[in-house]
């Protein structure tokens, strides 16, 4: 029997982090100008996510741990999912990528970074042959997103202030 979303653990995935997992799980996790992509196969089971920062490394920028950049990322999250059980049935879900307004008036740049991440995202699941079955991307509002691992769902929350 699967427990009831009620009893069902939240995981807090943070940005930089990723998560792969067979186990039934919500994972939650809150995004601006970064990217989530949720990756889900039905048989074998197993589920990932990544909370990325930024769409690519800059060419001599040295290393920023495993989870920073989105191409990075899901390259990896692919090998570990194809070494899970195969590509089979795998499909995603993108989510974030807003061009969130900063404080203070700084560097504008942050502005089009979540369309280069969502740009990111698409670029290596299509190489990868993935489809995107869903996805709620750009806008200028910050998302509160929970993925539950048992069904591949999503659901997300506006953060915009009431």
């Not at 899901?74 to 307004?101: C, D, F, S, V, Y």
Request: charged share 20%.
């Amino acid at each position: 029997m699967r427990p009831s979303r009620q009893d069902t653990p939240i995981e807090w995935l943070l940005p930089r982090e990723f998560l792969l997992t067979e186990e039934t799980m919500v994972v939650g996790t809150v995004l601006g100008s970064c990217v989530a992509v949720c990756l889900w196969r039905p048989r074998p089971q197993a589920a990932a996510i990544c909370h990325c920062v930024l769409p690519t490394r800059v060419p001599m920028r040295p290393a920023d741990g495993m989870g920073t950049y989105v191409d990075e990322s899901l390259a990896h999250l692919l090998e570990q999912m194809q070494q899970a059980g195969g590509p089979r049935n795998l499909t995603a879900r993108l989510i974030g990528g807003a061009a969130m307004k900063l404080q203070n008036g700084g560097d504008r740049s942050w502005e089009t970074v979540g369309v280069a991440n969502v740009a990111a995202a698409r670029m290596v699941l299509s190489a990868a042959r993935v489809p995107v079955v869903w996805e709620d991307v750009g806008g200028s509002e910050g998302r509160r997103v929970r993925f539950h691992t048992a069904t591949g769902e999503v659901t997300v929350q506006s953060t915009a202030p009431t």
